[in-house]
């Protein structure tokens, strides 16, 4: 399996607000930038979803992956366990279900490692991610977020 590096972050300019998500993902000699703007969203929508591209993104499953991310919210959800507490309980009254289910579904098929870093203390790959995160959410002409602008109605709509 190819060991692959993977630098993740989300923002918000409002939060909510317009936001976007910046990738770095490195293998080898390969690398790779991805990122996405949204008109209307959150910084942890941004971040989990970072998160959940990067992952859909590799070609080869399974895949040895480490992500380095300043998301406490994505970190601790898998590495304090709580993500599989809300499975259990069908995300009842959990924000961001569409995605958490969504990356469970990704997260499942690679063996991943989570590093928590500290956000804009000078680590070149999540500085990348901040800047490429930042200027998708000055795009023109962005996207909906759908799930977060319908999220009431979908949430009356699963109960």
Sequence with gaps: MPAITIYTDGAA?????????????????HRKEISEGFAHTTNNRMELLAVIVALESLKIIPSDVTIYT????????VEKAWLFKWEK????????SDLWIRFLKIYR???VRFVWVKGHANI???????????????QPNLKEDEWYINSDQISLDME
């Design 13 to 29: 300019r409002g939060n909510p607000g317009p936001g976007g998500y910046g990738i770095v993902l490195a293998s080898g000699r």
């Design 70 to 77: 300043d998301s406490k919210y994505v970190v601790d959800a």
């Design 89 to 96: 309980n069908r995300f009842k009254k959990k924000k961001n």
């Design 109 to 111: 098929q690679h063996n």
């Design 124 to 138: 070149p790959g999540n500085e990348r991610c901040d800047q490429l995160a930042v200027e998708a959410s000055m």
